[in-house]
């Protein structure tokens, strides 16, 4: 392994290497999203970007047996799942996944500072962030509109839910931003299962394959930088404290979303979570991402 880019997610980094990291990032943030548009919680590139891709459709040569089991699982899981195709599982997972996203993202967009009252660069991270994720929600939305199921909603949680997802922008970064990092660990680990199962369950589907494909490496390279950039908001004792929350954290998110634990080897991708360390990052994701300057060997 003497060869490796990359060193470990977790390992250690100074405070002033901390901060030259953050202003690091908001140079590259700038520019890797373009311009910000507040009003409508987008981002000039990645908005020309789904539009190119709206403009140039593809589609199934087979369309999906059953898109009604799409329908009737992709909120709640009423059917047995093992009774469910593979293809099934795998777009009503994504839609459970992008849709804690989506409520997680709508109750912090109003809580934290917009870019007018956004007076440090951390601010202002958070900021583009956010509104990055927001357009992740609208490319997995496109995702699934490729796929055929054009009848896609995307339905809120009980209002009682909407609310505690609403409370943990509120909570103090020292107990939210290893949870916060670790989240998007689990979102990139989740990403490379699920860029595999693609390539897997559509090999005869070769235009939708790769149109998914290029839809999620716009989510993968974004949440590559995000698990940095989270991870630049800890210290020595809370980067210690995330390395340990992975196993829970993972368990706990995907008991929610049963589609996971039969597609995919959760013990395993705990195991890539722990070990992560961008090395398994190909080099034209990295080459669009960033890394912190002390996870570079
Ligand atoms: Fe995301
Ligand atoms: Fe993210």
């Not at 047996?65 to 009503?92: E, G, H, W």
């Not at 839809?215 to 404290?241: S, Y």
């Amino acid at each position: 392994m003497g060869s490796a880019k990359f060193l470990s997610v977790f390992s250690p980094a100074s405070k002033q290497q901390r901060q030259d990291n953050f202003e690091n990032y908001w140079e590259f943030t700038q520019q890797h999203g373009g311009q910000l548009f507040e009003d409508n919680k987008d981002l000039a590139k990645k908005r020309a970007k789904l539009a190119h891709f709206k403009a140039n459709p593809v589609s199934l040569r087979t369309p999906l047996a059953d898109p009604d089991a799409f329908y009737r699982n992709c909120v709640d899981m009423k059917d047995d799942p093992q009774s469910l195709d593979k293809i099934t599982l795998m777009l009503t997972g994504m839609y459970k996944f992008a849709r804690h996203e989506w409520v997680g993202i709508k109750g912090a967009w109003d809580v934290v500072p917009n870019m007018a009252n956004s007076h440090t660069v951390e601010d202002k991270i958070s900021r583009v962030h956010l509104a990055e994720e927001f357009c992740h929600w609208r490319l997995f939305d496109e995702m699934l509109r490729t796929c055929g199921l054009e009848k896609v909603e995307w339905v809120p949680l009980s209002p009682g839910k909407e609310w505690i997802y609403e409370q943990f922008p509120k909570v103090p970064g020292f107990l939210m931003d290893s949870p916060a990092f670790v989240t998007e660990l689990m979102g990139v680990t989740y990403y490379f299962y699920l860029d595999r199962l693609i390539d897997e369950l559509l090999v005869d589907e070769p235009e939708v394959r790769i149109r998914l494909k290029e839809l999620l490496d716009e989510i993968t390279i974004d949440e590559i930088a995000h698990v940095g950039q989270r991870r630049n908001f800890i210290g020595p004792v809370g980067i210690k404290v995330s390395k340990m929350l992975v196993k829970p954290f993972y368990k706990l998110f995907f008991a929610d979303i049963p589609e996971v634990g039969i597609l995919f080897d959760i013990d395993q991708m705990i195991k890539d979570g722990e070990a992560f360390d961008f090395n398994e990052v190909p080099d034209y994701m990295v080459e669009r991402s960033w890394i912190p300057s002390y996870c570079k060997a």
